[in-house]
């Protein structure tokens, strides 16, 4: 034998055997099962009038179950509109103040007044800004 291998079945035998002896089980609880329906049916034939003379089954344990909770109506809500956005040209100073705004096609008068302004000063830059339309 090798080494470190204990003598006796192995782990494949083992569970093997164990696998038979299950499925014997389960012919056997057939078979009783089957047996209970013949002799139900042989009552049955011959009057069934004898209730107390009944073969008993093995009758399984259900387990209870809890009763099921409402569940609460959800809420309802609303989707907000969607907002439309316009896009601007916005002239800011050094401070982030608004010097004046353009719309969008005006591109050429907003630089104009960048020009302008930063020749008074240097701290001033042009910037697209999405705002949201008035209704």
Known sequence: MARGRKAG?????????AEAAE???????EVEDEEA???????????????DEKPKKKAKPKKAK???KPKAPSKR???????RMKAVWV??????????????????DAEELLAKKLE???TFYLQLVKEQMEA
């Open 9 to 17: 079945p192995t782990r494949m035998d083992l569970r093997r055997q």
């Open 23 to 29: 499925s014997k089980d389960k012919e056997k609880e």
């Open 37 to 51: 329906e013949e002799e139900e049916e042989a009552d049955a034939d011959e009057g069934g009038d004898d209730d």
């Open 66 to 68: 809890a009763p099921a």
């Open 77 to 83: 809500t609303r989707t907000p509109k969607e907002v």
């Open 91 to 108: 002239v800011f100073d050094n401070a982030g103040k608004r010097v004046d705004t353009f719309p969008f096609p005006q591109k050429a």
């Open 120 to 122: 008074e000063k240097k």
